[in-house]
């Protein structure tokens, strides 16, 4: 069962940065991180949730238009972790930001229990 643990959320004034982390465990030989796309989500209160980012095992790359030269993806599949550089924080970053694993072939997902963000203006 592959588990993801979120971390690096807190409270930031506008213009700052944060810098999340999703540990990924739970893959096998032949169930392995980069059989995932690594995604961050996030859900702002009252909104619905919205993809944010998204890298493939190889490690290419997408972006919501929103955040689009902000902030970066990234993995390092030798220790199963994704990251999310967030600069230029706004304050409708704000959110609860979850990682989700993404297997296309299986279709298997699975979610991070999600870590806060608050951008003060």
């Known amino acids: 069962q592959v588990q993801l643990v979120e971390s690096g959320g807190g409270m930031v004034q506008t213009g700052g940065s944060l810098r999340l982390s999703c540990a990924a465990s739970?893959?096998?030989?032949?169930?392995?991180?980069?059989?995932?796309?690594m995604n961050w989500y996030r859900q702002a209160p009252g909104k619905q949730r919205e993809m944010v980012a998204l890298v493939f095992g190889a490690g290419g790359t997408n972006y919501a238009d929103s955040v689009k030269g902000r902030f970066t993806i990234s993995r390092d599949n030798a220790v199963n972790t994704v990251f999310l550089q967030m600069n230029s924080l706004k304050p409708e970053d704000t959110a609860v930001y979850y990682c989700n694993a993404d297997n296309p072939i299986s279709r298997r997902q699975y979610w991070g229990q999600g870590t806060q963000v608050t951008v003060s203006s």
């Open positions: 739970g893959f096998t030989y032949i169930n392995y991180f980069t059989n995932y796309i």
